[in-house]
Nanobody
């Protein structure tokens, strides 16, 4: 089995910062792409930021210049540094990883989600 465990969510005032972490553990051959998604009440889940195994990144337009995704390959952990937070960033944030459990068996896994609330 593979587990994704997120941490770092919480309540912060507008303009503040938070750092989310997501540790991947279990039966892993290698990890491919990873990403952070978020879902606000009444809205669809959306991609916030993604990072490939080669280190290429992409961001939603709404977070460009404020959020940074990074990865520690030695610890199978992906981070999301969130700065200049806005009330509209309030959502449940989910970690996502494409994991090879063998040379050919690839599956996408999700974390349980962590709440981020930004007060105005």
């Amino acid at each position: 089995q593979v587990q994704l465990v997120e941490s770092g969510g919480g309540l912060v005032q507008a303009g503040g910062s938070l750092r989310l972490s997501c540790a991947v553990s279990g039966s892993i051959f290698r990890i491919d792409d990873m990403g952070w998604y978020r879902q606000a009440p009444g809205k669809q889940r959306e991609l916030v930021a993604g990072i490939t195994s080669g280190g290429s990144t992409n961001y939603a337009d709404s977070v460009k210049g404020r959020f940074t995704i990074s990865i520690d390959n030695t610890k199978n952990t992906v981070f999301l540094q969130m700065n200049i937070l806005k009330p509209e960033d309030t959502a449940v944030y989910y970690c996502n990883a494409d994991v090879f459990r063998s040379t050919w068996y690839r599956q996408t896994y999700w974390g349980q989600g962590t709440q981020v609330t930004v007060s105005s």
